[in-house]
T-cell receptor
Framework: DAGVTQSPTHLIKTRGQHVTLRCSPI?????VSWYQQVLGQGPQFIFQ???????GRGNFPDRFSARQFPNYSSELNVNALLLGDSALYLC????????????FGPGTRLLVL | AQKITQTQPGMFVQEKEAVTLDCTYD???????LFWYKQPSSGEMIFLIY??????QNATEGRYSLNFQKARKSANLVISASQLGDSAMYFC????????????????FGQGTTLQVKP
């Protein structure tokens, strides 16, 4: 079975632009979580979605938003990009979200210039 | 506040030897989960092992074992018979406990430990 997939793998944007990152969970998984990993640090939780509803939000500004589709795939949107948004964005899927192990995708590396 | 501390920024180990990566945690929850993930230079976080707070026995998965000492709030990862492919960043993470329907099960990560296996 395919693991978690993310697209694109790499992205370069300029300050002020908007970006959309995509994630497809493992087949059968209904929960998707997003994490931001800045270079040299551990991942930080951004959002979790389960059955298309937001279950949790981390300490990120409103420029960050996400949604989950009926097929359980998910998008993370970031508006008005800042240099500090440069990071590896990781998507993780789990069967339900709160008691199962989260399995991560390969990530999207975003560079904001 | 919940927190994970990994005090070893970098570790070296000789191939075929065992190595222990340290992790301490802080939580007021009675129910929680502890995880170890491996992150190679490619970036993907690979799940290695899980320990529940109520599990009485230490978790093992192949060459990986988790030395869980609840009273000390430590969850060290032991890798036996190190291989060159074990060279990577290793993260300890904690899943918050159940707090009603609002629980997300989000993971809280430490800063990571870089492991280099020498031939």
């Amino acid at each position: 079975d395919a693991g978690v997939t993310q697209s694109p793998t790499h992205l370069i944007k300029t300050r002020g632009q908007h970006v959309t990152l995509r994630c497809s969970p493992i087949s059968g998984h209904k929960s998707v979580s997003w994490y931001q990993q800045v270079l040299g640090q551990g991942p930080q939780f951004i959002f979790q979605y389960y059955e298309k509803e937001e279950r949790g939000r981390g300490n990120f500004p409103d420029r960050f938003s996400a949604r989950q589709f009926p097929n359980y795939s998910s998008e993370l949107n970031v508006n008005a990009l800042l240099l500090g948004d440069s990071a590896l964005y990781l998507c993780a899927s789990s069967a339900r979200g709160f008691q199962e192990t989260q399995y991560f995708g390969p990530g999207t590396r975003l560079l904001v210039l | 506040a919940q927190k994970i501390t990994q005090t070893q920024p970098g570790m070296f180990v000789q191939e075929k030897e065992a190595v222990t990566l340290d992790c301490t945690y802080d939580t007021s929850d009675q129910s929680y989960g502890l995880f170890w993930y491996k992150q190679p230079s490619s970036g993907e976080m690979i799940f290695l092992i899980y320990q529940g707070s109520y599990d009485e026995q230490n978790a093992t998965e192949g060459r990986y074992s988790l030395n869980f000492q609840k009273a000390r709030k430590s969850a060290n990862l032991v890798i036996s018979a190190s291989q060159l492919g074990d060279s990577a960043m290793y993260f300890c993470a904690m899943r918050e406990g159940i707090r009603g329907s609002g629980n997300t099960g989000k993971l809280i990560f430490g800063q990571g430990t870089t492991l280099q296996v020498k031939p």
